[in-house]
T-cell receptor
Framework: DAGVIQSPRHEVTEMGQEVTLRCKPISGHDYLFWYRQTMMRGLELLIYFNNNVPIDDSGMPEDRFSAKMPNASFSTLKIQPSEPRDSAVYFC?????????????FGEGSWLTVV | AQKVTQAQTEISVVEKEDVTLDCVYETRDTTYYLFWYKQPPSGELVFLIRRNSFDEQNEISGRYSWNFQKSTSSFNFTITASQVVDSAVYFCALSEPQGAQKLVFGQGTRLTINP
């Protein structure tokens, strides 16, 4: 079975540019999460969706960040404009409460560098 | 508020030694889930185990074992006869009991197994 699929795996962009990270959750999972990992703050939740609806975006750092989930198999995290402090690993994750009882499965991460 | 503490920032042992990674958590909930994830040098987050708060049985999976003690709010992870491939950062995490499934991560323990 395919796991959570993220793209791109690596992105280097210049400050001020728009960055779009993409995620395909595990088929059948009804929760989707975006986490960010940095040396300073560790792993932190940015936003999560349930059945394509954003439930909690309190972790989104500021208005430059936005996330969408237009359907059950696709989500995007967008940063516009990007800044050097956005450099981090962004993980997408998904879970199915009914089946896997709260186990969250992560993608391989998108490594973002803003120069 | 929920909190996870992994007091050991880095551990280095020689191959075949046993090693225990400590995890202490704080929560006011009576129902919760605990997790361990592995992050190898390649960067992905790999799910290892999930434990709910009502199940205090220790678990063993091959060379891995977990000791859950509610009395001390600890969920420690032991690797027996460590191998170089066990080298990774290991994260302990705690989730909310209902619906949200948000994970609160510890800061991680970097484990290095030397040949």
């Amino acid at each position: 079975d395919a796991g959570v699929i993220q793209s791109p795996r690596h992105e280097v962009t210049e400050m001020g540019q728009e960055v779009t990270l993409r995620c395909k959750p595990i088929s059948g999972h009804d929760y989707l999460f975006w986490y960010r990992q940095t040396m300073m703050r560790g792993l932190e939740l940015l936003i999560y969706f349930n059945n394509n609806v954003p439930i909690d975006d309190s972790g989104m750092p500021e208005d430059r960040f936005s996330a969408k989930m237009p359907n059950a198999s696709f989500s995007t995290l967008k940063i516009q404009p990007s800044e050097p402090r956005d450099s981090a690993v962004y993980f997408c994750a998904s879970s199915d409460w009914a089946f896997s009882g709260n186990t969250i499965y992560f993608g391989e991460g998108s490594w973002l560098t803003v120069v | 508020a929920q909190k996870v503490t992994q007091a050991q920032t880095e551990i280095s042992v020689v191959e075949k030694e046993d090693v225990t990674l400590d995890c202490v958590y704080e929560t006011r909930d009576t129902t919760y889930y605990l997790f361990w994830y592995k992050q190898p040098p390649s960067g992905e987050l790999v799910f290892l185990i999930r434990r709910n708060s009502f199940d205090e049985q220790n678990e063993i999976s091959g060379r891995y074992s977990w000791n859950f003690q509610k009395s001390t709010s600890s969920f420690n992870f032991t690797i027996t006869a460590s191998q170089v491939v066990d080298s990774a950062v290991y994260f302990c995490a705690l989730s909310e009991p209902q619906g949200a499934q948000k994970l609160v991560f510890g800061q991680g323990t970097r484990l290095t197994i030397n040949p």
